[in-house]
C-alpha cells in the first residue's frame, strides 16, 4: 500500500514569493494534518483536516498561509508571500479518523526562502 | 507550559550498551501515546502506540512502556542502524490534539 505521498521534496526560493506543497495521504485515512518541524524541533501542527472540514487551523498564519482539501482526499499548503522565517520542513500526514489512531507521515518538503 | 518533554536531547551509546529514553506528559485525558523514529531528511516512522498505564509493546530491540505521567523507550543491545532522532507524540483534549516532543538524537557507535 503506498505511504502519504507530498511533493514537491525541495523548494528554493525568494522571499515575497508564493510556493505551494501538496500531499495525497493514504487511501481510507479521512484526517489530513500539515506539520512544520523545524531543525532539532518536533512538528509543530499547523491545520488538521476531517474530511473536507478544516477542525483545527488556530496554528495556521492565516495572513500568508491558506490551505485547502476540496475534495476529502489530497490537500495542498499555500505561502503566499515566502518569509525568510519559514524556511523549515513542511510535514504531510494522515490517519484514520477518530482518537488513538497513529499518523503516517510523507517525507516533507523542504522549504528554503533566500 | 510544555505538553510533552523528552530526555535526553542526545544519547551516543556504544553497540551492545542498552539505555532508555523518556517522554514525560502533562497533558488530561490521554487518548494515546506515540512513538515515532526520525530518520534524516525523512518524515516519521510510526512504532508504538499505548493507551492506559501499564501497557507495554515490544518491536526488535525496542520496548515502550507507559505511565500515568511518563512513558519509556528502552533499546536493548543497539545496533548502528538504531541512529535515528526518537519523537514522543500525546493525543488529549479537547479536540484530539496531537503535541510532540523535541526528540532525542540516538546515535549508536559500532
Known amino acids: 500500500e503506498a505511504g502519504v505521498v507530498q511533493s514537491p521534496r525541495y523548494k528554493i526560493i525568494e522571499k515575497k514569493q508564493p510556493v505551494a506543497f501538496w500531499c495525497n495521504p493514504i487511501?481510507?485515512?479521512?484526517?489530513l494534518y500539515w506539520y512544520l518541524q523545524n531543525l532539532g524541533q518536533g512538528p509543530e501542527l499547523l491545520i488538521r483536516?476531517?474530511?473536507?472540514?478544516?477542525?483545527?487551523d488556530s496554528q495556521l498564519p492565516k495572513d500568508r498561509f491558506s490551505a485547502e482539501r476540496l475534495k476529502g482526499v489530497d490537500s495542498t499548503l499555500k505561502i503566499q508571500p515566502a518569509e525568510l522565517g519559514d524556511s523549515a520542513v513542511y510535514l504531510c500526514?494522515?490517519?484514520?479518523?477518530?482518537?488513538?489512531?497513529?499518523?503516517?507521515f510523507g517525507p516533507g518538503t523542504r522549504l528554503t526562502v533566500t | 507550559e510544555d505538553q510533552v518533554t523528552q530526555s535526553p536531547e542526545a544519547l551516543r551509546l556504544q553497540e551492545g550498551e542498552s539505555s532508555s529514553l523518556n517522554c514525560s506528559y502533562t497533558?488530561?485525558?490521554?487518548?494515546?501515546l506515540f512513538w515515532y523514529r526520525q530518520d534524516p531528511g525523512k518524515g516519521p516512522e510510526f512504532l508504538f502506540t499505548?493507551?492506559?498505564a501499564g501497557e507495554e509493546k515490544e518491536k526488535e530491540r525496542l520496548k515502550a512502556t507507559l505511565t500515568k505521567k511518563e512513558s519509556f523507550l528502552h533499546i536493548t543491545a543497539p545496533k548502528p542502524e538504531d541512529s535515528a532522532t526518537y519523537l514522543c507524540?500525546?493525543?488529549?483534549?479537547?479536540?484530539?490534539?496531537?503535541?510532540f516532543g523535541t526528540g532525542t538524537s540516538l546515535t549508536v557507535i559500532p
Open positions: 500526514a494522515s490517519s484514520l479518523q477518530g482518537h488513538g489512531y497513529e499518523q503516517y
Open positions: 487511501s481510507g485515512h479521512n484526517t
Open positions: 483536516y476531517e474530511n473536507e472540514e478544516a477542525v483545527d
Open positions: 497533558v488530561s485525558g490521554l487518548r494515546g
Open positions: 499505548l493507551y492506559s
Open positions: 507524540a500525546v493525543q488529549a483534549p479537547p479536540g484530539n490534539q496531537f503535541y
